[in-house]
């Protein structure tokens, strides 16, 4: 993954051999080294060769050789985690399409008809096109195109005619502008034009060295872009609508896009003029200099794509050599490249940094990056279970404050929600839930998801059993947890047996509806455990407690059936040989923490043969063998191989986690590592963050697990840091031969925690941060 590594090896080398480790071979690659010594010393002269070279950002990358052709496959993405941008790095003619994530077409607070047109539910949009005809480029030899996962810089690089240029492009979060830079080393290498165009029919004017537009949609949304070009050498002029640059050293563009979209149902979802505040940013990015901007962006984005790593094994050098959408066929085709499944992990975390940050609007279907009008499934939040899958590695691989914008958003769609919940089930309902779809407007769209609201608060729980904020939890999780509570106390249904049925549910996207259906049986469940531990630790609201506690304990409880299966309905009726995508009855195992091995064993092995059954008719067959290409039809998708991996980690079965990561990069996994299903939905990307945790270290079962489920491939030698558990641990460890060598776990104040390694379970007092 790193090409560029001599330096940084030989200062390792020198470090380990001067202090504590003169028997190294200094002809063996340091990956390797690093996994036959102390664990913690390593990473901290490695971090130390690291850092003289911290804008390198070579490890690890996505690299090609060849421009790419199309959006959805081949283009590459950066994103501040408002603004992005999908480059495609052509050699003569530069394109640039740009997103800002508020530019949303349809109604406010509309509650009805699936509809993605100007008005109705809507949909979100293209923002807009930059193009760069380059003129004069000539015969290109030695191509390549790269992203930085950990810098998030982009860069293309080539020679023509003996002249060599560089371009970097990176999306800054502290200076709010998507920023591009073209050198070369020779003078007056660049001319050309430059235009912008608006995807919305906005004209763009250019004037002095800037280009710009402003509309408003036909939902009265406002927006606007502007670019400003700055160079060295050389002059830029206006031509008609474009800037025309000629002989010029370097090239330095800015970009910023924004809309009038405020997240306040009180004042209509809108907010001040888009262009001063535009404006305002672009000229303070102008003051800086290049130099200081891309410092700034690489301080703040290394904070977050630094913060947990995984060391799963070493990929053989003729793999290393490769360019990323070789080794992704030759992983197809059964190559091992450790390597790659660890960049898959690293690029998942860097899509969730690049879109989902505080003040921002969570990520979407495909996170921030569209080039349609007409995207499918509107690119919307779907609450049955892309929305919440997207953030299920947000707490545990370090990206808490990424996970704050799905909460502010669940806060902000709290009112509109309400009104929807009280039309449909009546105007006396407390509290709210949700339909499948949702727009930025409060907008409710398809489908009644009747358990959403539940499953969010899964969300707004968690964000406290991570993080331990006393004061989040008592102004903001507490109080959504009980008024779901309450909606589900006034809507929960009895049987004559006694029980308590969650009516007219539904089995997401699967099956009529009915009573009791064990998804919404079990997110209940999972709402009114979260709502206890929290109250509890408030210490408030006594009487209700009892309340919710006799509700939960009266839910019908999870069956076995008849080929010992954990059943999907009240009914018997699963069959061995459905191959759904969805595995929603298994909610309780992952993300829930109903069912496990340690206190539900019974369930749990149920749920494993339920498992086995969706992945290719194991039902009843339980000796076919498990492969890759075993897990058929339906059951391909972006999103129900990282699903599937998490269950299978939390069941204990690392081998077949680890063949769900394998089928995801197989056959829902484009040359630019962007996961489809089809099309391209970003839920693979972020669900595959929250799986692979699973398999290295669990917390959900009032202990941290250390690699409860690592495949035999990742259990010879490997190491994690930065891995977070409930209570507001941090966790590093070490692991050789599928046994734990050493571990650190810290927390900011010292307290006691169980410890489960090697099939012990130990009690121990955690380190001070």
Known sequence: MCKNTAHISIRFRACTKLFIFPNLNPNEPIKTQMKSVNFFYATVLLMSALAVNANDGTKPKLWYNQPAKKWETEALPIGNGRLGAMLFGDINTEHIQFNEQSLWSGDNNWDGAYTTGDHGFGSYRNFGDITINFDKIGQVNSYSRSLAITTGIHNT??????????????????????????????????????????????????????????????NQ???????????RGGTVRTEGNSLVFENCNTLTIYVNARTNYKPDYVLNWRGADPMPLIQQEQ??????????????????????????????????????????????????????????????????????????????????????WNDSNTPAWASDYHSNINIQMNYWGAETTGLTECHVPLIDFIVAAEEPSRMATRKAFGERTRGWTARTSQSIFGGHGWEWNIPASAWY??????????????????????????????????????????TLVVPMGWSPEHGPREDGVMHDQQLVWDLFQNYLDAAKVLGIDVDYQATVANMQQHLAPNKIGSWGQLQEWQTDRDRPDDQHRHTSHLFGVYPGRQITLSQTPALAHAAIISLRSRSGNYGVNRDKPFTVASTVGDSRRSWSWPWRGALWARLGEGEKAAIMIRGLLTYNTSPNLLTTHPPFQIDGNLGIIGAVPEMLMQSHAGEIHLLPAIPKAWGIRGSFTGLKARGGFTVSCTWQNGKVISYKISSVVSQKVKVRANNELREIISTRI
């Open 157 to 218: 690089t080539f020679t023509a005619n003996g002249i060599t240029v560089k371009r970097d492009a990176f999306a800054s979060h502290p200076d709010q502008v998507l920023v591009f830079k073209y050198t070369a080393n020779k003078k007056a290498a660049f001319s050309g034009k430059i235009s912008l165009a608006s995807a919305q029919g906005a004209i763009s004017t250019a004037q002095n060295n800037e280009l710009s537009f402003a509309g408003i949609l036909p």
């Open 457 to 498: 608060a899964q969300h707004v729980f968690e964000h406290w059993a991570f993080t331990m904020d006393k004061a989040y939890l008592a102004k903001t999780a507490y109080p959504i947890l009980k008024e779901i509570c309450q909606y589900w106390e006034d809507r929960l249904k009895q049987t004559s047996g006694g």
């Open 221 to 231: 949304l406002k927006y606007a872009a502007s670019l400003r070009l700055l160079q």
């Open 283 to 368: 000229t303070a990015a102008q003051k800086l200099s290049y130099q200081k901007l891309i410092k700034r962006h690489i301080a703040d984005i290394t904070r977050l794509t630094k913060a947990a790593t995984i060391n799963i094994g070493t990929s053989a050098d003729s793999i290393l050599a490769l360019a990323t959408d070789i080794r992704l066929k030759k992983y197809i085709a059964g190559a091992a490249d450790p390597d790659l499944e660890e960049t898959l992990f690293q690029y998942g975390r860097y899509l969730l940094v690049s879109s989902s940050r505080k003040g921002g609007l969570p990520a979407n279907l495909q996170g921030l």
